[in-house]
T-cell receptor, first 115, second 114 residues
């Protein structure tokens, strides 16, 4: 069956540009998560959705970062006025049930490079 | 607040030797604990999880971990390393009733020498 799909797999952009990263979760998974992984670090939580609403966005580093999930399936992470420090791998994960014990299914990530 | 600390960013073992990757957690309530593995150019995969049932948890590829509340530890072990075990391993924590997102450690890169 299909896993979590993330596009693009690689994105190179210039400082100050706008970027969108897309995540297509496993069909039927109600919870969706965004993490950011910098080189040599573990994944850092950004935001998670339960259905269409953001249940916890406390990990977003500042107001340049925004994420949506309008129909409760596909999600888009949006980064405005990109900075070199935004360079990282952005990971998306989904989970079938909020009541389950936190097991997440990850995509392969979108590698963002800001020049 | 919840957190995990992984001792040792790099571990190197010989093929056939014991693998021991250390993880200590901090949580004010009973935790759920996880080990994930990340192979090069692949997404994170769940190895095993502890969710308040048996304290000794068995996972895929011969790995296991033991939850020790008195030591606040959840170390990952495998009796005999294989070359294919070379990867990055992440310990993670969450807890029932709290924020559902996992909090990850900084990872341990396992090298297996022939």
């Amino acid at each position: 069956g299909a896993g979590v799909s993330q596009t693009p797999s690689n994105k190179v952009t210039e400082k100050g540009k706008y970027v969108e990263l897309r995540c297509d979760p496993i069909s039927g998974h109600t919870a969706l998560y965004w993490y950011r992984q910098s080189l040599g670090q573990g994944p850092e939580f950004l935001i998670y959705f339960q259905g269409t609403g953001a249940a916890d966005d406390s990990g977003l580093p500042n107001d340049r970062f925004f994420a949506v999930r309008p129909e409760g399936s596909v999600s888009t992470l949006k980064i405005q006025r990109t900075e070199r420090g935004d360079s990282a791998v952005y990971l998306c994960a989904s989970s079938p049930d909020l009541r389950k014990s936190g097991e997440l299914f990850f995509g392969e990530g979108s590698r963002l490079t800001v020049l | 607040a919840q957190s995990v600390t992984q001792l040792g960013s790099h571990v190197s073992v010989s093929e056939g030797a014991l693998v021991l990757l250390r993880c200590n957690y901090s949580s004010s309530v009973p935790p759920y604990l996880f080990w994930y593995v990340q192979y090069p150019n692949q997404g994170l995969q769940l190895l095993l999880k502890y969710t308040s049932a048996a304290t000794l948890v068995k996972g895929i590829n011969g790995f296991e971990a033991e939850f020790k509340k008195s030591e606040t530890s959840f170390h990952l072990t495998k009796p005999s390393a294989h070359m294919s075990d070379a990867a990055e391993y992440f310990c993670a924590v969450t807890y029932r009733g709290g924020r559902r997102a996992l909090t990850f450690g900084s990872g341990t890169r396992l090298q297996v020498q022939p």
